[in-house]
Structure formats: structure tokens, C-alpha cells
């Protein structure tokens, strides 16, 4: 007799993506730093809470700041 596969059922996180507080654009450093981490590295879209577009204007500006001189490539200890 074969036994039943019981799959559970994929559920959606209830939290919505926070609102951004200001326009995504390079020149909000304050706003880009929070989504910068320690090591100087984007943070995913699991830990930031974005929604896909805004993670990737996000990305975008972070780039853009960086190729400026806005923001540091690498964090300095």
C-alpha cells in the first residue's frame, strides 16, 4: 500500500513592503543607507521588505550614487 504525500500549503507573508519614505534617487543618501549593509552590500528584497519595482529603482540609484561619489563601493572600518 502506498503511502499518502501530505504537502503543506505555501503560505504568502501577510506584511505588505513598507512605504518609502521620499523618492527613490541617488541623491537621497539618507535614504539609500538603509539599504546598504554593514559590508557595504544591497540588501536582498527579504530583509528590505521592497516590492520587486522598488528594488530595483533601489538598486538602480544605489549604483548610480556610487558611480557619482555619493557612496562608498566598500565600508571602511
Known amino acids: 500500500m502506498r503511502k499518502k504525500i501530505f504537502k503543506r500549503p505555501i503560505i504568502q507573508p ?5 512605504t518609502v519614505l ?7 543618501v539618507v535614504l539609500l543607507r538603509k539599504f546598504i549593509s554593514a559590508e557595504g552590500k544591497i540588501l536582498s528584497r527579504r ?4 516590492s520587486a519595482k522598488q528594488q530595483r529603482s533601489m538598486a538602480k540609484a544605489i549604483k548610480n550614487a556610487r558611480m557619482v561619489g555619493l557612496l562608498a563601493f566598500i ?3
Open 47 to 50: 530583509l528590505s521588505k521592497l
Open 22 to 28: 521620499g523618492t527613490i534617487d541617488y541623491k537621497n
Open 14 to 18: 501577510k506584511t505588505k513592503s513598507p
Open 75 to 77: 565600508h571602511k572600518n
